[in-house]
């Protein structure tokens, strides 16, 4: 069974930092790729930063590109993501994928391609 353990979330002022941590366990494969997702209710995912275990390829969406480190530890099979500088925007929950489908032009875990599965996630409130 695969899990997930998210934390880091919480309640920031903007301008602040918040380090997000995603421990997966039970994914049964050493070759994957772990991306952080946000969502707000009402709206589309969006992704903000993915990274593979083995190669360590990143890709970095849009949203927080320039504000946001992804980074990993594979002894502890967890990835990070460090937040800077953040925004009333950024409010949204953070949540963890997984997937064995990627490349090195296709870091993110996508619905429905490979093996994936996915995180409840971790509440990001920025305060203005």
């Known amino acids: 069974e695969v899990q997930f353990v998210e934390s880091g979330g919480g309640l920031v002022q903007a301008g602040g930092s918040l380090r997000l941590s995603c421990v997966v366990s039970?994914?049964?494969?050493?070759?994957?790729?772990v991306g952080w997702f946000r969502q707000v209710p009402g709206l589309a995912a969006e992704v903000v930063a993915c990274?593979?275990?083995?190669?360590?390829?990143?890709y970095y969406g849009h949203s927080m590109k320039g504000r946001s480190i992804i980074s990993k530890d594979n002894a502890d099979n967890a990835v990070y993501l460090q937040m800077n500088n953040l925004k009333p925007e950024d409010t949204a929950n953070y949540y963890c994928?997984?997937?064995?489908?990627?490349?090195?032009?296709?870091?993110?875990?996508?619905?429905?391609?490979?093996?994936?599965?996915w995180g409840r996630g971790t509440q990001v409130t920025v305060s203005s």
């Open positions: 039970g994914f049964g494969s050493d070759r994957y790729t």
């Open positions: 990274i593979s275990r083995s190669e360590g390829y990143t």
């Open positions: 994928g997984i997937s064995d489908y990627y490349s090195d032009r296709n870091v993110c875990p996508r619905a429905g391609m490979g093996t994936q599965y």
